[in-house]
């Protein structure tokens, strides 16, 4: 699914189950991190890049409505926010595609780390949208699980643009082995990435 070469066992959904108010917190923060990982590109490449500016900052925007949403069901179900735990999975993608940073433009790396994010969170998110016993999460996770996918499409060809197709999918494939390892290494918790 969207050039992920690993599925997430189904069994994860039980962990969230377990501690469905910890992962909406997760969430949460992840969907804050989408916004700040947008502007961050933008705080970094708009002068060498500015038609990236209009995408990314509209990318930032829609994640941030993300949160604000995700925030809504953390309220309704009584709870609060909490601090930010690391996000071990997005930490140990970015150092495991720095290896070969060197002989590689650094846009084309984060263009393609964001795009594998997007596509496992959509792919996570369509487990929720089947499985969860709870039908008015089931409708929210089908919907960001469109976002998401429409998310690593413009990943990838905000990427394709700038470095042609033939790079682009060379990266893509190598960067996407990486990440079916790691993903498949995190034990299974109540977090978006757990
Ligand atoms: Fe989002
Ligand atoms: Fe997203």
Known sequence: MLGLLAPTD????DAVEGDLDRMLRDHAHCELKAAQSALSLVARFAGEHPELVAPLVALAHEETEHFDQVHGHIRARGGTMSLPDSDLYVA????????????????????????????RSCERFKLLSERLKDASLREFYKDLMASEARHFRLFARLAEERFGEHETRARLAILAEREADLAGSLPLGPTVHG
């Open 92 to 119: 140990s993608l970015r150092k495991a595609a720095s290896k070969d940073h060197g002989d590689l433009p650094v846009l084309l790396d984060r263009l393609l780390v964001s795009a594998l994010v997007e596509a």
């Open 10 to 13: 189904p069994a994860w959904v």
